[in-house]
T-cell receptor, first 115, second 114 residues
Framework: EPEVTQTPSHQVTQMGQEVILRCVPISNHLYFYWYRQILGQKVEFLVSFYNNEISEKSEIFDDQFSVERPDGSNFTLKIRSTKLEDSAMYFC?????????????FGNGTRLTVT | AQTVTQSQPEMSVQEAETVTLSCTYDTSESDYYLFWYKQPPSRQMILVIRQEAYKQQNATENRFSVNFQKAAKSFSLKISDSQLGDAAMYFCAYRRADGNKLVFGAGTILRVKS
């Protein structure tokens, strides 16, 4: 079964540094998402992306965050200047058109640790 | 704004027994989708089951079934014949029919005793 893959599985960075989290969505999916889960807390929506633009974003997704689909297969989340509170598990997901009730398929996540 | 509430932080079940996880949600929409996701210790989010709000029939996937009560805005998950591999965090999630984002509940940790 096709999978969403995320790299790296764990990233450690110093506060103020830029990080890029990478995702390869399922190949025939056109809708992409990033979610985050701070340890012990609920999974929170960050952003959705379709047709090379952001379709929806949450209040968490401020100017420090950006997303990009640099080529036909990758989907990235960049955090420009990391803060301690950015430490979390970041999940990428992809889906077929959500209006059809298509479920999101999640990757295994990237654990980001900001020191 | 839509909210999803899982009132049981933790549940336990004996192997081979049945357990029900509760979920309620709040929305003014009439058309939406509901999901249960499982998150084992590996942290991957795995879809368990999906329900369309316009369908009265409760969804079923093998040992997993839901009790969807639209008027009560309730969406519980029943796991029959529980197995050790069912031990995980279970998240209930909501999405508007015309929306992009999933709104998750806080999760319920399910422990399975042998």
């Amino acid at each position: 079964e096709p999978e969403v893959t995320q790299t790296p599985s764990h990233q450690v960075t110093q506060m103020g540094q830029e990080v890029i989290l990478r995702c390869v969505p399922i190949s025939n999916h056109l809708y992409f998402y990033w979610y985050r889960q701070i340890l012990g807390q609920k999974v929170e929506f960050l952003v959705s992306f379709y047709n090379n633009e952001i379709s929806e974003k949450s209040e968490i997704f401020d100017d420090q965050f950006s997303v990009e689909r640099p080529d036909g297969s990758n989907f990235t989340l960049k955090i420009r200047s990391t803060k301690l509170e950015d430490s979390a598990m970041y999940f990428c997901a992809s889906s077929e058109p959500p209006g059809l009730g298509s479920p999101l398929h999640f990757g295994n996540g990237t654990r980001l640790t900001v020191t | 704004a839509q909210t999803v509430t899982q009132s049981q932080p933790e549940m336990s079940v004996q192997e081979a027994e049945t357990v029900t996880l509760s979920c309620t949600y709040d929305t003014s929409e009439s058309d939406y989708y509901l999901f249960w996701y499982k998150q084992p210790p590996s942290r991957q989010m795995i879809l368990v089951i999906r329900q369309e709000a316009y369908k009265q029939q409760n969804a079923t996937e093998n040992r997993f079934s839901v009790n969807f009560q639209k008027a009560a805005k309730s969406f519980s998950l029943k796991i029959s014949d529980s197995q050790l591999g069912d031990a995980a965090m279970y998240f209930c999630a909501y999405r508007r029919a015309d929306g992009n984002k999933l709104v998750f509940g806080a999760g319920t940790i399910l422990r399975v005793k042998s």
